[in-house]
């Protein structure tokens, strides 16, 4: 994970002419680019009505709503406006199948974790690092919220899911 903190650092954020997206461009410590995402700009502002989220909805909500559902979606199933561009996937928290923990087979992550993720990212994936922009009890806060979009947690049944949308032609 320390390796991928300098190419973060390194990332640049600049707007077109017409300003309605933002492209975002990640480059290695030489100055090679590894890759680059085009997003509308409420991605990284704003949150855009699409998303309403109520000024009082608990820390981790809007928190999630923020800085999360862009790319997970705004009920948690890894669909969000960015997901498709981005590879690998995110992760659905319904489903509760989380790639990225220290506990075995079926069981859920650890809050510790879970927190881990959200403070340092995920090296090799979209997933960015949130320890600079959050507070350790921000972190905390959307961790709580994620845990509560998944069965995972409460040790019941995951809901029933709907099938993921289809594309036209």
Not at 122 to 130: D, G, K, N, T
Request: hydrophobic share 40%.
């Amino acid at each position: 994970l320390k390796g991928i903190a300098r190419y973060r650092k390194l990332g640049r954020i600049t707007t077109p002419a017409a300003g309605t997206k933002v492209k975002v461009t990640v480059a290695s410590p030489r100055g090679k680019e590894v890759f680059a995402l085009e997003l509308p700009l409420t991605a990284f502002g704003t949150w855009s009505a699409a998303f309403p989220v109520p000024a009082d909805a608990p820390l981790g909500r809007r928190l999630y709503a923020q800085r999360c559902a862009v790319c997970h979606g705004p009920d948690g199933r890894g669909n969000g406006p960015a997901a498709p561009s981005l590879v690998p996937r995110p992760v659905d928290f319904v489903r509760g199948q989380f790639k990225y923990k220290s506990t075995p087979g079926d069981r859920p992550p650890t809050d510790a974790d879970l927190v881990r993720v959200v403070t340092d990212g995920l090296q090799a994936s979209a997933m960015p690092y949130f320890g600079d922009l959050l507070t350790p009890a921000e972190i905390r806060a959307v961790v709580d919220y994620v845990k509560g979009l998944s069965a995972a947690f409460s040790g019941s049944t995951p809901p029933a899911l709907l099938p993921p949308p289809r594309r036209p032609p």
